[in-house]
């Protein structure tokens, strides 16, 4: 009963710009550290950036100065405004949380996830 939906993704050229959010729905009582993944073809899931419940954002070494990560805790959202995209940046991005339900049970929630791709 809970479900995570992202959006922003597309094409566009090195150097654009783009945003990324992913609302978190249903029956929620607490959301912890959110997080967005990005996987490539033909590589492995990476990290991309986290942000805690108090707002304490973490960064891939790739992405810092460039990407930043923030939440919305009142609309169960988080972001992930990219700058200066590459086109290294071209993958597939999907977040993940870890929810407590209503019921007091735990589990980590996958998006779906969006393309982005990074091309001229």
């Known amino acids: 009963q809970v479900q995570l939906v992202e959006s922003g993704g597309g094409l566009v050229q090195p150097g654009e710009s783009l945003r990324l959010s992913c609302a978190a729905s249903?029956?929620?009582?607490?959301?912890?550290?959110m997080g967005w993944y990005r996987q490539a073809p033909g590589q492995q899931r990476e990290l991309v950036a986290t942000?805690?419940?108090?707002?304490?954002?973490n960064y891939a070494d790739s992405v810092k100065g460039r990407f930043t990560i923030s939440r919305d805790n009142a609309k169960n959202t988080v972001y992930l405004q990219m700058n200066s995209l590459k086109p290294e940046d071209t993958a597939v991005y999907s977040c993940?949380?870890?929810?407590?339900?209503?019921?007091?049970?735990?589990?980590?929630?996958w998006g779906q996830g969006t393309q982005v791709t990074v091309s001229s």
């Open positions: 249903g029956t929620i009582f607490s959301i912890y550290t």
């Open positions: 993940c949380t870890d929810i407590t339900t209503i019921n007091r049970v735990t589990h980590r929630y």
């Open positions: 942000i805690s419940s108090g707002g304490a954002p």
